[in-house]
Nanobody, 123 residues
Framework: QVQLVESGGGAVQPGGSLTLSCAAS????????IHWFRQAPGKEREGVSC????????YYSDSVKGRFTISRDNAKNTVYLQMNNLNPGDTAVYFC????????????????YGQGTQVTVSS
């Protein structure tokens, strides 16, 4: 049974950092794309960052480029999202999604996704 479990969310002040984890079970991450999405109340879902399963490349939305870093540890079957210099606009539920091979733009193109972890940035 495929399962994705996110963790690492919490409440931080502006300028702070968090590292999110997406632990996969029921399959091995090698060869799969993992995409971090976020959903904030009243806002459209946004694809934040993706690590490709086909070429290992990483992709970032303009809103997080330079602040967030995605990485994967295939031995631990886990993908991480290091988030630095957080601002209130980053407040959202963050969740990871998986599909074979390359990254795709929308959640509907992914096969599985987790329940998410809440990130709140406020002073």
């Amino acid at each position: 049974q495929v399962q994705l479990v996110e963790s690492g969310g919490g409440a931080v002040q502006p300028g702070g950092s968090l590292t999110l984890s997406c632990a996969a079970s029921g399959f091995t991450l090698d060869g799969y794309a993992i995409h971090w999405f976020r959903q904030a109340p009243g806002k459209e879902r946004e694809g934040v960052s993706c690590t490709s399963g086909s070429n290992g490349n990483a992709y970032y939305s303009d809103s997080v480029k330079g602040r967030f870093t995605i990485s994967r540890d295939n031995a631990k079957n886990t993908v991480y999202l290091q988030m630095n210099n957080l601002n209130p606009g980053d407040t959202a539920v963050y969740f990871c999604a998986v599909r074979e091979f390359g990254c795709a733009a929308t959640l509907e193109q992914y096969d599985y996704y987790g329940q998410g972890t809440q990130v709140t940035v406020s002073s």
